[in-house]
T-cell receptor, first 114, second 115 residues
Framework: DQQVKQNSPSLSVQEGRISILNCDYTNSMFDYFLWYKKYPAEGPTFLISISSIKDKNEDGRFTVFLNKSAKHLSLHIVPSQPGDSAVYFCAAVYSGGGADGLTFGKGTHLIIQP | DTGVSQNPRHKITKRGQNVTFRCDPISEHNRLYWYRQTLGQGPEFLTYFQNEAQLEKSRLLSDRFSAERPKGSFSTLEIQRTEQGDSAMYLC?????????????FGSGTQLSVL
């Protein structure tokens, strides 16, 4: 049973436009959410995170929105750049759980077109 | 280079053989994690250490898998009697304080292919 779901395997966006990546979760105990970016042959790199007590966190071109009632979060990238082409993973963690390893979604492959 | 280092980058082995991977975390990080990623999936948590203590193991970690971090620095992950289903990317990550939601720093992984 997937607790973190990214239902779009891929997304194509024109350079300069907004990219919106979506993530849904089922475990209401999750209290921290993180986005990672992964290039081929490299490990994931951290992008941005949000605590469940907030509904928005912004860092430069990246903004994460959290809707707790819908158990949904999204990552907005504005403006999209060619270097943003990568696989983006949504991840969640319950800080009070025994294992504080992250639970990842399957990822969304973002393709920025010139 | 002060990032997380993993060796080897690639490993090809025959079914039934044993393999061992190494991870060198960022030097001041006391938490070390192992994840496994298969094609089309996100990374799956396997186990983690705080210093030399292995504090949690996922049910994904069968008896054929063993991880160690003897001096609280580098870690090894051994798979005995490998099976084709073990083929995956094995990722190591480290973190500093263990504060909830703290970001993990990942290595580039070891790609295992079991023939």
């Amino acid at each position: 049973d997937q607790q973190v779901k990214q239902n779009s395997p891929s997304l194509s966006v024109q350079e300069g436009r907004i990219s919106i990546l979506n993530c849904d979760y089922t475990n209401s105990m999750f209290d921290y959410f993180l986005w990672y970016k992964k290039y081929p042959a490299e490990g994931p790199t951290f992008l941005i995170s949000i605590s469940s007590i907030k509904d928005k966190n912004e860092d430069g071109r990246f903004t994460v929105f959290l809707n707790k009632s819908a158990k949904h979060l999204s990552l907005h990238i504005v403006p999209s750049q060619p270097g943003d082409s990568a696989v983006y993973f949504c991840a969640a963690v319950y800080s009070g759980g025994g294992a504080d390893g992250l639970t990842f979604g399957k990822g969304t492959h973002l393709i920025i077109q010139p | 280079d002060t990032g997380v280092s993993q060796n080897p980058r690639h490993k090809i082995t025959k079914r039934g053989q044993n393999v061992t991977f190494r991870c060198d975390p960022i030097s001041e990080h006391n938490r070390l994690y192992w994840y496994r990623q298969t094609l089309g999936q996100g990374p799956e948590f396997l186990t983690y250490f705080q210093n030399e203590a292995q504090l949690e193991k996922s049910r994904l970690l069968s008896d054929r898998f063993s991880a160690e971090r003897p001096k609280g620095s580098f870690s090894t992950l051994e798979i005995q009697r490998t099976e084709q289903g073990d083929s995956a990317m094995y990722l190591c990550a480290s973190s500093n304080t263990g504060i909830p939601g703290e970001k993990l720093f990942f290595g580039s992984g070891t790609q295992l292919s079991v023939l």
